[in-house]
């Protein structure tokens, strides 16, 4: 809810905070769409039935790593059943792998800029 409440120093911190929801809001959202899943088709289009942009839309959010460890967290603690809970480690599984890949990707292109300014500096 929100309180009527004077505007302080403390705006940039809940503009931050905003962000912060946001992000979470989006995490949540993957989570959640993945938890709907079946096991082997939790993964976006062609590989699996969820929406193909579903991973590259939230990348960031997905990629700050604070916010998906206090989403799965709190997630994780709403889990009310065994199977629940293997539905989330799979999540998890598949997101922990997409992550590194998109991580794999961003180091090997800034890899590729740092050798071909030294080749060209060479």
């Keep these: 809810g929100r309180e009527g409440g004077s505007a302080t120093a403390e705006e940039g911190m809940s503009r931050m905070e905003a962000a912060e929801q946001k992000a979470k809001s989006e995490v949540f959202h993957v989570v959640e769409t993945m938890m709907k899943a079946h096991p082997n088709s939790m993964r976006p289009a ?63 292109m800034k890899l590729e800029v740092i050798i071909g300014c030294a080749l060209e500096g060479a």
């Design 46 to 108: 062609p590989m699996g039935e969820l929406p193909p942009t579903l991973f590259t839309e939230h990348q960031a959010a997905l990629l700050d790593e604070p916010v998906y460890k206090s989403v799965m967290y709190r997630r994780l603690e709403a889990c009310k059943s065994e199977e629940e809970l293997q539905q989330l480690e799979a999540v998890d599984e598949i997101l922990l792998t997409w992550k590194k890949e998109q991580r794999d990707a961003v180091n090997k």
